[in-house]
């Protein structure tokens, strides 16, 4: 069983930067696909990146502007969202399971963290 606790949403100029924070309890952080996912109002969720052991895979739309990482030795995943745009807010989701663009391929999820870009 893994417990994922977003952290880090906010609201913030169109240009600014935001960092999520995932922190996960439970054992074996390190085995896990780690990723994120927004869902804006009205729309389907939708995969924004993901990190496996050493790799990492972006959705084009934030390309260039996020960047995800992890620290095992913490069990956290982080989310670095530069150059915001108005269309990047929405709720975003953590998520454990494989490494993979696919919702369902991830077992545990986190509440989310409302980010709102202003224009």
């Known amino acids: 069983q893994v417990q994922l606790v977003e952290s880090g949403g906010g609201l913030v100029q169109a240009g600014g930067s935001l960092r999520l924070s995932c922190a996960a309890s439970g054992r074996s952080f390190s085995r896990y696909g780690m990723g994120w996912f927004r869902q804006a109002p009205g729309k389907e969720r939708e995969f924004v990146a993901a990190?496996?052991?050493?790799?990492?895979d972006y959705a084009d739309s934030v390309k260039g502007r996020f960047t995800i990482s992890r620290d095992n030795a913490k069990n956290t995943v982080y989310l670095q969202m530069n150059s915001l745009k108005p269309e990047d807010t929405a709720v975003y989701y953590c998520?454990?399971?494989?490494?993979?663009?696919?919702?369902?391929?991830?077992?545990?999820w986190g509440q989310g963290t409302q980010v709102t870009v202003s224009s």
């Open positions: 998520a454990a399971g494989a490494y993979a663009r696919v919702a369902r391929e991830y077992t545990y």
């Open positions: 990190i496996g052991w050493s790799s990492t």
